[in-house]
């Protein structure tokens, strides 16, 4: 009876600091895949989340939206620039590179880059997107948590 006691204690026990061990690595093996997978996920912001500091940053970002009518314009030196809305604010951008087939004016588009110190968005890469009534469910929600949605149906593409 007593061994039976001693060895379900320590059965008991062995449960204990598997579970403890579980509830310790779990976090460091879920960072772990979010790490590996970092450059795969294609977050992107709109024109209403940049701040401040994401203009002083530098750091590298995606920002997406629309291509705002009437602003895309070629410059010899400059590259390409045009302005990325969201139907509530826009984002002066600059490229300098060539283009997707599918980009224009009144498309969605994201573009990868960062902010120079004049407050411009140099966008190192620029994804078009593809189908004609197709707009990422990311976008969706931005607008309409922003309360932007309706803008957007009412702006004449």
């Known amino acids: 009876m007593r061994r039976d006691i001693i060895h379900l204690a320590q059965c008991r026990k062995r449960r204990f600091f598997i579970f403890i061990f579980g509830v310790c690595i779990l976090p460091f093996v879920v960072s772990l895949v979010f790490f590996a997978l970092r450059d795969t996920i294609n977050f992107f912001r709109i024109p209403s989340e940049i701040n401040d500091l994401d203009r002083r940053s530098h750091a590298i970002l995606r920002l997406g939206g629309y291509v705002e009518k009437g602003t895309v314009q070629w410059d010899a030196e400059a590259g390409i620039r045009f302005r990325v809305t969201d139907m509530h604010r826009s984002q002066e951008v600059r490229f300098n590179g060539i283009l ?15 902010f120079d110190t004049s407050g411009v968005f140099v966008a190192r890469r620029v994804l078009a997107k593809h189908g004609e009534n197709y707009m990422p469910k990311d976008l969706v929600d931005r607008l309409k948590v922003q309360g932007l949605w309706e803008d957007y149906l009412n702006h004449d593409h």
């Open 100 to 114: 997707p087939d599918l980009f224009r004016e009144e498309q969605g588009v994201i573009v990868e880059g960062s």
